[in-house]
């Protein structure tokens, strides 16, 4: 069993990595899973330390999702110009995978560097990398190998996935939460979800052509009137809940109109 190494925690005058000004001190900038939705993502390396450390040490907010991996908690940032990608899976060995994309140094050691001198930690914590003499990929994460030889899943099986365990795809289960998730992976698939959606809510309540979908399905959960902010638990759930039932709806409409949705697969 990999020994786990010790990082210390936040520097005293670091902000949260969500903050967007200018003057934060905070040396990373976060993005959230629904912006980052469509990034291309590379493996780099594995560190010897703890998921939530890392979050606890660079002020993260950690979100949980799920993949054919089953769940896995992440953190999107940005740190001196790389795309830094770190995750944990259930069920793979203690310590936390780091994934980049393109941007920043172009030496992989060289964004290695960076972000193991924000955490304050050095190259000790790394267990094992994809770059360099004497690598060992003899015991890669199962999470690694993802997508290789695995068939393309329907949007129809993903939606399924997500009302079964919604918990799994966002932090919170609240109704902006679910159409957050939702508008990300509009724009990671070209709408091929929920492509025609925002049109049979406008039919269905004889009006609304020109409103977004969501405040569509607002009038259709609420007939009389949206409820005042901010929501109790059993309104967010009522209102989940309803959100959820309607897209069933749609898909019912589409199964006896195919035409109506190219984009379902």
Known sequence: ???MIEIPDAEGDWEPATELRADVRNPVRQASMFQSATWPLSSLALLSVDLEAVARRLR???ETSWDGHGGVQAAFFVLDGTDFVVTHHEGDAPGTHVWTRK???VD????MGSLLAALGVGPEAVSYSTWGVGTDLSHLPAAWGRGRGKPTRSHQDIWDSFKRRPGM???RVTFGAVVGFLNGYAVASDKALLDGFREWLATKLGYGSNLV???LAEKLIFPDGR???PWSPEIEQHAVAGLIGLIDEFFDHLATDPKDHPGMV
């Open 1 to 3: 069993m990999t020994e």
């Open 60 to 62: 993260l907010t950690l």
């Open 103 to 105: 941007g920043g140094p």
């Open 108 to 111: 992989p050691a060289g964004r």
């Open 169 to 171: 795809f966002v932090s």
């Open 213 to 215: 979908y969501w405040v």
């Open 227 to 229: 409820p005042e902010e």
